[in-house]
């Protein structure tokens, strides 16, 4: 049955991981895991409302060994990446982890899914419009064909994981797909990014006034 089959979601805490549970669950699938890292606060409030509903891993993508672990529990059918040191400004300060998430992390996923011999599972990795850096002021459209100049640590980690995602495509004939997300916002978007500082200013401005 389709809706017995098994989504295994990376960054499930985060703004997108759980909004894409949230649908998946309302379009009836039973097997949805995810990965969470372990923290001495948890950070669950985006899940909160579907936490009966979901199988928790407690993982990290530094942690190659981890993630080979929890694959060869879950074996999923669907493995979709969200999960990412994505903090722009933030990650040029953190260089080398956003390296070891954004890129390396990505690479323990598919090593894993394919030494253990799961041809079957579909890897979703979600990109970023970051790998276009400055190719363009607004005045032109990017699409897929548009040339990949990036300018922050953050852009080069995801073009070299979307580099590797073609590589496994291609050369291992696995399925494995990427989409380029441009930004996005929601209600679940992170505290520290500048567009809720903004909305948090203009609460705490309009409620003092």
Known sequence: MEYDKVW???????QDGSTFADLLLEKGYRNVHGIIR????????NID?????????????????????????VKPDYICNFAAMSHVAVSDELQRYTIEVNTLGLLSILQSVKSLGLVKTKVYHASTSEEFGNETSGDTLLNEESKRSPVSIYGISKLAAEGICNMYKNGF???VVTSTLFNHEGPRRGRTFVTQKICDYVKRYKRNI
């Open 8 to 14: 295994l979601i990376t960054g499930i805490g985060g």
């Open 38 to 45: 372990r923290s001495a606060v948890f950070n669950t409030q």
């Open 49 to 73: 409302h579907i936490f009966d509903k979901l199988t928790l891993h407690h993982g990290d993508l530094t942690d190659q060994m981890c993630i080979h672990n929890i694959i060869q529990k």
């Open 173 to 175: 004939g696995m399925f």
